[in-house]
């Protein structure tokens, strides 16, 4: 098992920053994934970012890229979404997730694990 706990989400005005954490506990081994999705009101939960533990490039959806950078640091069990540049649409809950494979997907359905959501707010 392992539990994913999120902080850092809140209200920012548009062209703000704000960074997302998700502190990981219990099998975190070697081979995990941690990605990032969002969820908005009436809307279907989305692919923000994705990252493998191991290393390699990181992933991004197209209306995050360049704003957003994902980042792990495994000596702390904690992934990180940098968010810059924000935008009103970006307002949503975040998740963190991860999945008990070394292989990055998109697709929300291939994680096994997942945070309680953090808020983020963007207002114009």
């Known amino acids: 098992q392992v539990q994913l706990v999120e902080s850092g989400g809140g209200l920012v005005q548009a062209g703000g920053s704000l960074r997302l954490s998700c502190a990981a506990s219990?099998?975190?081994?070697?081979?995990?994934?941690m990605g990032w999705f969002r969820q908005a009101p009436g809307k279907e939960r989305e692919f923000v970012a994705a990252?493998?533990?191991?290393?390699?490039?990181?992933y991004y959806a197209d209306s995050v890229k360049g704003r957003f950078t994902i980042s792990r640091e495994n000596a702390k069990n904690t992934g990180y979404l940098q968010m810059n540049t924000l935008k009103p649409e970006d307002t949503a809950i975040y998740y963190c997730?991860?999945?008990?494979?070394?292989?990055?997907?998109?697709?929300?359905?291939?994680?096994?694990?997942w945070g309680q959501g953090t808020q983020v707010t963007v207002s114009s």
């Open positions: 997730a991860a999945r008990t494979s070394s292989i990055v997907t998109r697709q929300w359905y291939e994680y096994n694990y």
């Open positions: 219990g099998r975190t081994s070697s081979g995990l994934t």
């Open positions: 990252v493998s533990w191991i290393g390699g490039n990181p």
